[in-house]
């Protein structure tokens, strides 16, 4: 159907004739004067003349999709699905678990969206079995493995051997990965296994997910689960039948609920960097009153170290005034004993001789007296050496008691300057974390940062698209307008014509 519409060079701008303008369902040509507009569901062939190109579809609505022929892998394709759906199912798992405030049980049922995601993880890629009678390879076989490298999941795989429930190998299988759950040691236990290289060469083929360098991610969330909480019954599931399946409308959302959920997303994260930007300063005002205290401290013990070293070399000086002192005692005691056995000799001798001089001599009275004052003198002189021994013996064990005393405080001292060097290392240890934690802070205010920054370009990006889209839209309502006027005047026109023609006919005849 084709329309010719006459236009006026008053009305409408010059425009060159042959141009084609397409206007939403219709082709518009101009020659001249003349306006022709053509139906493209009417032209047959012709609606497919200016096809979409694969290149404009794709990038209009498929702008993530991959081209190449190394992204179009299937296999590729198999373990960043996996890594993706992994990914939504711990997210909802960890947000289920934080807004209820609760164990997880059995009948939860993003949890059991987790085991049979994990399951088809931990089988992507397994090695089929090798004619009719190789051995088949199957993942319990892999998990019993995990004891031999750690001694903790010997308990779990004992356990689950002894299960009078569980009758099949992939049952078991089941039954221990919901006990290493339990056990907060499944993202260890997957580390492991992600480790030995050669067993995992013995078990699966080489593209699979848990040889590839998805399995780290796969790691990370499996660590993310150590906040959750499960309370699983093994002995009253059926777990040697076949797993549900997925409800992917849980994780799946509509362009409207995106665009809802961006806004708010954007409201949230605005919000949330207000307060996570409060949080994070009061942290670091937090963290550097710490840090002043524990310097502060630290210089105390510091000065309290260097006050102690001090008195230490002090009582190391007196310690040793006392020794020589000690020495000079000790050597004037063995003289005074060395002399005190003299005299006692001496004594002896002169003894012996009255007693023979009184056998011998009786008679002789003068030769006695002077005996006698002799052997007075004698025993005056061991008096004072024995006092003198006596003081002597005291003060040995006065100096005695002070050196017993000198050695404890020694000790004393020392016990507390490794008490206070303790002190320190410890202190310096918590400094040291406390940095570390204060510089992770950092970097995660400043991913922050980053991810409101594209977050705002993107808007931004959007925001312009749709004012590019909405001038568009108003250009084309004025063009549409233009034409309905341009044909109404058209119309009027050629009324006005056909009249003028029937009057010419009638006054010619």
């Given amino acids: 159907m084709i329309e010719q519409v006459g236009i006026t060079n008053n009305k409408a701008e010059p425009v060159a004739p042959n141009d084609t303008i397409y206007l939403c369902n219709f082709r518009v040509s101009v020659d001249g004067e003349w306006l022709c507009l053509k139906e493209l569901q009417e032209l047959g062939d012709m609606a497919h003349t200016f096809p979409p190109t694969p290149e404009l579809e794709r990038i209009t609505y498929y702008p993530n999709y991959p081209v190449g022929p190394r992204e179009r892998d299937p296999v590729l394709i198999e373990r960043s699905n996996l890594v993706n759906i992994s990914k939504l199912v711990v997210k909802e798992v960890i947000e289920s678990s934080l807004k209820f405030g609760r164990q997880l049980d059995s009948d939860h049922i993003p949890l059991q969206h987790f085991f049979i995601v994990l399951e088809h993880v931990l089988r992507h890629g397994l090695r089929p079995k090798k004619g009719l009678l190789g051995p088949k390879k199957e993942l319990w076989d892999l998990l019993q493995k995990v004891e031999k490298h750690d001694a903790e999941a010997s308990d779990i795989t004992a356990s689950v051997r002894d299960l009078p429930t569980v009758r099949t190998a992939i049952g078991r299988a089941r039954a221990w990965l919901r006990l290493a759950l339990m056990q907060k040691k499944l993202a260890d236990y997957f580390r492991l296994l992600v480790a030995q290289h050669d067993m995992l060469a013995e078990f699966y083929e080489p593209p699979s997910l848990i040889r590839s360098d998805e399995a780290n991610l796969i790691n990370a969330l499996l660590v993310s689960l150590n906040v959750v909480d499960c309370n699983l019954c093994v002995k009253e599931e059926d777990l040697d039948s076949q797993q549900g399946v997925i409800d992917f409308s849980l994780y799946l959302r509509t362009k409207r609920e995106m665009v809802e959920d961006t806004a708010s997303l954007r409201s949230d994260q605005e919000s949330e960097a207000d307060t996570n930007m ?15 205290h524990l310097n ?21 000086e007196d310690l040793s005034i006392s020794r020589k002192s000690v020495d000079k005692i000790q ?8 002399e005190l056995d003299k005299f006692r000799k001496i004594e002896k001798k002169s003894e012996s001789l009255q007693d023979i001089k009184k056998q011998s001599q009786p008679e002789e009275k003068r030769t006695s007296v002077v005996q006698t004052s002799y052997e007075s003198g004698i025993k005056e002189l061991s008096q004072e050496f024995r006092v003198r021994l006596q003081e002597e013996l005291t003060q040995r064990e006065e100096v005695e008691k002070q050196l017993e005393k000198q050695n404890s405080l020694k000790n004393q001292m020392e016990m507390s300057i490794q008490n206070l060097e303790e002190d320190v290392t410890e202190k310096q240890a918590t400094i040291g974390s406390l940095k570390s934690q204060l510089e992770d802070i950092k970097c995660i205010n400043l991913e922050m940062y980053t991810k409101l920054a594209e977050c705002e370009y993107e808007i931004s990006q959007k925001g312009e698209l749709v004012a590019k889209l909405e001038t568009k839209t108003k250009e084309i309502s004025q063009m549409l307008t233009n034409l309905n006027n341009m044909n109404m005047t058209n119309d009027k026109n050629d009324k006005i014509d056909k009249e003028n023609e029937k009057n010419n006919g009638v006054d010619k005849k």
Avoid: C
């Fill in 296 to 316: 502060a401290t630290v210089t105390n013990l510091q000065a309290k170290v260097e006050g102690l070293t001090t008195t230490n070399a002090l009582m190391k």
């Fill in 331 to 338: 050597a004037e005691n063995k003289r005074l004993k060395n």
């Fill in 278 to 292: 409060s949080t994070v300063l009061d942290q670091k005002n937090y963290i550097e009153e710490l840090n002043r």
